[in-house]
């Protein structure tokens, strides 16, 4: 049963367009969602998160919307540059007794085209 | 500050034998996490340790195990290697027990023939 979802396995958007990332969950307990980015031989890289308390955060061309009815969040790249090229994957956080826990989606491959 | 790191990126086994990677995560942060990736699945994960003790783990069989030293450094354990241990093995810390921002490390490929 995945929780978090990104159902999209690839998107090619031009230069300077506006890259839009989809995300789906299905657990009501995740309090927290972060954006990492990951290049080929490298791990993942931490871009932007929020908090379910927030409907937006904003970090220079990256914004990440939360819809909390819908359980579905959205990283918005503007404008896209070829250097974001790689596979994003969203996250979900939740607290349980032990701590904190990560759940990450399949990832979503962006090529961005000069 | 220097990042997490791994060791080694790289390595090779046979079915039926056991490896050790290693972990060692930034300065000061005190949890350690560990993913496995493979092709076309996202980030699969195996366990969390917060001051040398287990906190979370994923649904992997035993055969997958870590733990975590005084200095906050980690290892996991894949014994009786299966072919569909080949993955990549990522490595992530964070600061505090409440933080959920974790930074990676580059990961450890494993190749199992």
């Known amino acids: 049963d995945q929780q978090v979802k990104q159902n999209s396995p690839s998107l090619s958007v031009q230069e300077g367009r506006i890259s839009i990332l989809n995300c789906d969950y299905t657990n009501s307990m995740f309090d927290y969602f972060l954006w990492y980015k990951k290049y080929p031989a490298e791990g993942p890289t931490f871009l932007i998160s929020i908090s379910s308390i927030k409907d937006k955060n904003e970090d220079g061309r990256f914004t990440v919307f939360l819809n909390k009815s819908a359980k579905h969040l959205s990283l918005h790249i503007v404008p896209s540059q070829p250097g974001d090229s790689a596979v994003y994957f969203c996250a979900a956080g939740a607290r349980n007794n032990a701590g904190n826990m990560l759940t990450f989606g399949g990832g979503t491959r962006l090529m961005v085209k000069p | 500050k220097a990042g997490v790191t791994q060791t080694p990126r790289y390595l090779i086994k046979t079915r039926g034998q056991q490896v050790t990677l290693s972990c060692s995560p930034i300065?000061?942060?005190?949890?350690v996490s560990w993913y496995q990736q493979t092709p076309g699945q996202g980030l699969q994960f195996l366990f969390e340790?917060?001051?040398?003790?287990?906190?979370n783990k994923g649904n992997f069989p035993g055969r997958f195990s870590g733990r975590q030293f005084s200095n906050s450094r980690s290892e996991m354990n894949v014994s009786t290697l299966e072919l569909g241990d080949s993955a990549l093995y990522l490595c992530?810390?964070?600061?505090?027990?409440?933080?959920?921002?974790?930074?990676f490390g580059p990961g450890t490929r494993l190749t199992v023939t």
């Open positions: 340790y917060f001051s040398e003790t287990q906190r």
């Open positions: 300065s000061g942060h005190r949890s």
């Open positions: 992530a810390s964070s600061l505090l027990a409440t933080s959920y921002e974790q930074y």
